[in-house]
T-cell receptor
């Protein structure tokens, strides 16, 4: 596709339920990132993939959060047993590679609301 | 830990009224400073990357500059379509961007 695609665009769930958020990066981009954006705060780094490997998971807030990437393309961010504090916009970005000329291109995000 | 502070939080301008946004940063070994624009309900859109102090880049009514401690985004003769949140981010390692909270710019016709 022309850009980074994320689905769903909006997700409303009940506390305690599991949710899956999907990211389809720009074709050919080997690096993929997940960020979280809470109201009035900057983007918070969650996890980085190079190919199918995740060398940096340091930003995942708790063990309820996990992510995977398959075929060097689509990635899924899973949040188990959602809590109200998980409510935020989850943004995915991709880049051709990591390194000095790493320009990250973002999708429109998934707005998650936990009731 | 990398720190990025943007000011002001919000800026209201009259069409044609030029102004500047500030991004102050503390980072060990800056590799790049990025400016993004974010419209409501959308993801950040890349504007500029600056790599070294003294560097400047321009795009239409926007001009970004970089010093060793801060970056400025100058908006010259803004139009209503320049209304957006402008995000600053720094890269110290190979991939992770650390973002500021953003400056929301509103330009009135």
């Amino acid at each position: 596709g022309a850009g980074v695609s994320q689905s769903p665009s909006n997700k409303v769930t009940e506390k305690g339920k599991d949710v899956e958020l999907r990211c389809d990066p720009i074709s050919g981009h080997t690096a993929l990132y997940w960020y979280r954006q809470s109201l009035g705060q900057g983007l918070e780094f969650l996890i980085y993939f190079q190919g199918n490997s995740a060398p940096d998971k340091s930003g995942l807030p708790s063990d309820r959060f996990s992510a995977e990437r398959t075929g060097g393309s689509v990635s899924t961010l899973t949040i188990q047993r959602t809590q109200q504090e998980d409510s935020a916009v989850y943004l995915c970005a991709s880049s051709l590679a990591s390194g000095l000329t790493n320009i990250q291109y973002f999708g429109a995000g998934t707005r998650l609301s936990v009731l | 830990e990398d720190q990025v502070t943007q000011s002001p939080e919000a800026l209201r301008l009259q069409e044609g009224e030029s102004s500047s946004l500030n991004c102050s940063y503390t980072v060990s070994g800056l590799r790049g400073l990025f400016w993004y624009r974010q419209d409501p309900g959308k993801g950040p859109e890349f504007l500029f990357t600056l790599y070294s102090a003294g560097e400047e880049k321009e795009k239409e009514r926007l001009k970004a500059t970089l010093t060793k401690k801060e970056s400025f985004l100058h908006i010259t003769a803004p139009k209503p379509e320049d209304s957006a949140t402008y995000l600053c981010a720094v890269q110290a390692g190979d991939y992770k961007l650390s973002f500021g909270a953003g400056t929301t710019v509103t330009v009135r016709a």
